[in-house]
């Protein structure tokens, strides 16, 4: 029987969560397989748009893939938002709001969202500040595409910066942005 691989990641900003380049309009893209030499096979378990960063799991084994993605598995991020989010927006944002996912309307699921009273301690990276802005931290139990970005959006408060802090109990524990370590399985509870 084959051992699976399994990895966990702090995607840095400006990378795309692939290995491979398919698309000729984005030549100089950077790639997953820059920052490690992960084993052939290796996929991301859920992906983050090149702008976001954070926690980032990698895996040979398809099923660990799935089980992860499941509604089961919190994943909780940061998000900067433009301007001093209000209790107003929050609990909106906490009961689900209707965004647009796949051509259709959706409303996302409740989650839980906090709004956090110091900024998180990031390396600087190159985004357009606006004005005042403030963070919450955002959990939620779904995965749609660009999903924490269409919700803040949604109540008037646009992510300027988002970071996936934590996917069920795996947390970045200190990994630096590019970092990688390799685990013997992917423990989520």
């Not at 940061?78 to 796949?102: H, P, R, W």
Request: hydrophobic fraction near 35%; proline fraction near 4%; glycine fraction near 8%.
């Amino acid at each position: 029987m084959k051992k699976h691989r399994h990895f966990i990641l702090n995607k840095p900003f400006g990378y795309l969560s692939q290995f491979v380049n398919n698309q000729n309009r984005r030549k100089n893209k950077k790639l997953l397989g820059e920052l490690y030499d992960f084993p052939e096979g290796v996929m991301a378990i859920g992906r983050l748009d090149e702008k976001s960063e954070g926690l980032l799991l990698l895996t040979t084994d398809g099923n660990e893939s799935e089980r992860v993605r499941s509604k089961e598995v919190e994943k909780e991020y940061y998000a900067e938002v433009d301007g001093e989010i209000t209790d107003e927006a929050i609990t909106k944002l906490s009961q689900g709001v209707e965004i647009g996912f796949e051509g259709k309307r959706y409303v996302s699921l409740p989650c839980r969202v906090v709004k956090l009273q110091n900024s998180p301690n990031l390396e600087e990276i190159p985004v357009q500040k606006h004005r005042t802005t403030s963070w919450i931290s955002i959990t939620i139990t779904e995965g749609k595409f660009r999903q924490v970005r269409k919700m803040t959006a949604a109540v008037g408060f646009p992510t300027v910066r988002l970071l996936r802090v934590r996917i069920g109990t795996i947390h970045l524990n200190g990994l630096k942005p590019g970092e990688v370590k390799e685990v013997d399985a992917i423990q989520l509870n």
